[in-house]
């Protein structure tokens, strides 16, 4: 199985900071990497698949990149609205995995 | 628009079965994985395993001797079930909808299942 590490697990920022949360494959997963954000009580929602493709309605402040095993997250300038849950999944093979996750906190 | 809806009961003994479905509107069509996905309070993602269309299915390891899907494409409804849970089964159970190596595009909300006596 291909495992998902994210990193921090945790963060503490402001309104208008950029946020960067990386994510590392144990195995080459070429471009098969999406974002999910998660509010308490809701499903996942994709933000962004196959590395830097936004998903229909995603505001252009989530940015990804990477490529093979180390992936990132950034959030250009936080908004209200994005203190939430992140996670990365790789999409190469199956099974798929998760990262753990990390949490966006309001500073 | 598509929509999946999870169904099934809440609570289930120790040693029982885990029984639900999936039932989705809008675009039950070929060519599609139905995923099964959980989360135990405050925890991360796990995928359990998908279904493709032509029923051909993929269990996660870590669970695959106690999953069986299954799919009813009259109803446009694919189910889960889950064999001797224990308390570790407890989790929000969501469906999902991927396509080939693309990532899940539509879920459904979630439905909490309790594992207690």
């Known amino acids: 199985d291909i495992q998902m590490t994210q990193s921090p697990s945790s963060l503490s920022a402001s309104v208008g900071d950029r946020v960067t949360i990386t994510c590392r494959a144990s195995d080459n997963i070429k471009t098969y990497l999406s974002w999910y954000q998660q509010k308490p009580g809701t499903a996942p929602n994709l933000l962004i698949y196959s590395v830097s493709t936004l998903q229909s309605g995603v505001p252009s402040r989530f940015i990804g990149s990477g490529s093979g095993t180390d992936f990132t997250l950034t959030i250009s300038s936080l908004q209200p609205e994005d203190f939430a849950t992140y996670y990365c999944?790789?999409?190469?093979?199956?099974?798929?995995?998760f990262g753990q996750g990390t949490k966006v906190e309001i500073k | 628009q598509v929509l999946l809806q999870e169904s099934g009961p809440g609570l289930v003994k120790p040693s029982e079965t885990l029984s639900l479905i999936c039932t989705v509107s809008g675009g039950f069509t070929n060519n599609y994985h139905w995923n099964w996905i959980r989360q135990p309070a405050g925890g991360g993602l796990e995928w359990i395993g998908h279904i493709y269309t032509s029923g051909t299915t993929y269990y996660n390891p870590s669970l695959r001797s106690r999953i069986t899907m299954s799919l009813d494409t009259a109803k446009n409804q694919f189910s889960l079930k889950l064999s001797s849970v224990t308390a570790a089964d407890t989790a929000v159970y969501y469906c999902?909808?991927?396509?080939?190596?693309?990532?899940?595009?539509?879920w459904g909300q979630g439905t909490l299942v309790t594992v207690s006596a």
């Open positions: 999902a909808r991927d396509y080939y190596n693309f990532p899940f595009d539509y």
């Open positions: 999944q790789h999409s190469y093979n199956t099974p798929r995995t």
